[in-house]
Nanobody, 117 residues
């Protein structure tokens, strides 16, 4: 099992920045990929970004490309999401997830991000 705990959410004005963290514990050596997802009220959960844990290769949703940066600290087993130039439409609960290239098996509890206009 892998446990994931997100932190760093909050309220920010449009154009501002936030950095989310996701601390992983447990059988982290089984994790090949970690990602961020988000779910806005009344909408389905959507993919935001992912990172391959060993190689550091990244992939982003078009909606956040150029504004968000996903990174990891493999010593601390921590995933990050640096969010810049935030927009009101970025308002959502953000979740981190861990797994392999086929699926995400583990999910955090989520952290709320609210962007005011």
């Amino acid at each position: 099992q892998v446990q994931l705990v997100e932190s760093g959410g909050g309220l920010v004005q449009a154009g501002g920045s936030l950095r989310l963290s996701c601390a992983a514990s447990g059988r982290t050596f089984t994790v090949e990929t970690m990602g961020w997802f988000r779910q806005a009220p009344g909408k389905e959960r959507e993919f935001v970004a992912r990172i391959r844990w060993i190689t550091g290769g990244t992939y982003y949703a078009d909606s956040v490309k150029g504004r968000f940066i996903i990174s990891r600290d493999s010593v601390k087993d921590t995933l990050y999401l640096q969010m810049n130039s935030l927009k009101p439409e970025d308002t959502a609960v953000y979740y981190c997830a861990a797994g392999n290239i086929l699926r995400y098996d583990y999910w955090g509890q989520g952290t709320q991000v609210t962007v005011s206009s």
